[in-house]
């Protein structure tokens, strides 16, 4: 038995050493909004254009995505720290979005105006893997601002990319 809990142990200590840009997800369920702070959204294909997002299957956010609910994968910027923290375990529900310049699409997704990027997307299938659910997305739309300046999430502490040096 103690092997086992030695990998999980290990599996957590190598995931502190995987940097992640942070995003936030959002979505609209039948009565309430959601939005949860995630660092395992990844690009899937760009034929079609697609991303896949982690979702623990204990969350609220999991039920509205389970029925359906199209989302938007929210890139945070270094200024969003507040809406990171927010969403990622210490509010619950409509008190998320007391933080962040949240607005609303002509489709009724809840998204950061002022996100590093704002994917817009429809979901387009899923799949049940241990204690959490993969979510793909169809992009459907796409807002860049002009500024490149990431939140990333590593070793248990928030920091953003250094300026990459030309080669």
């Known amino acids: 038995m103690s092997g086992k809990n030695d990998l999980k142990s290990s ?8 940097a992640s840009s942070v995003s936030v997800v959002s979505c609209s369920g039948k009565a309430e909004r959601h939005a949860m702070a995630a660092t395992s959204v990844t690009s899937l294909s760009m034929d079609p254009p697609s991303l896949l997002v982690c979702v623990n299957q204990s ?9 359906g609910a199209d989302f938007c994968i929210n890139v945070l910027s ?10 990622g375990g210490r509010l619950r529900g ?27 997307c429809v979901q387009d ?4 893997y241990g204690t959490h659910t993969i979510f793909i997305g169809r992009i459907k739309s796409i807002q860049n601002s002009e500024d490149v300046n990431p939140l990333v999430y ?6 953003t990319t250094a300026e990459a040096v030309e080669a």
Do not use: I
């Open 11 to 18: 599996m957590l200590q190598a995931m502190r050493r995987l």
């Open 154 to 159: 590593v070793d248990g502490r928030y920091t």
């Open 94 to 120: 409509e008190e998320r979005f007391a933080f962040g310049n949240w607005a609303k699409s002509e489709g009724g997704l809840p998204y950061l105006a002022d996100a590093q990027s704002v994917l817009m």
């Open 59 to 67: 969350t609220a956010m999991h039920s509205a995505l389970a029925e």
């Open 125 to 128: 299938g899923r799949y049940d």
């Open 78 to 87: 270094l200024e969003q720290q507040d809406v990171s923290v927010a969403c």
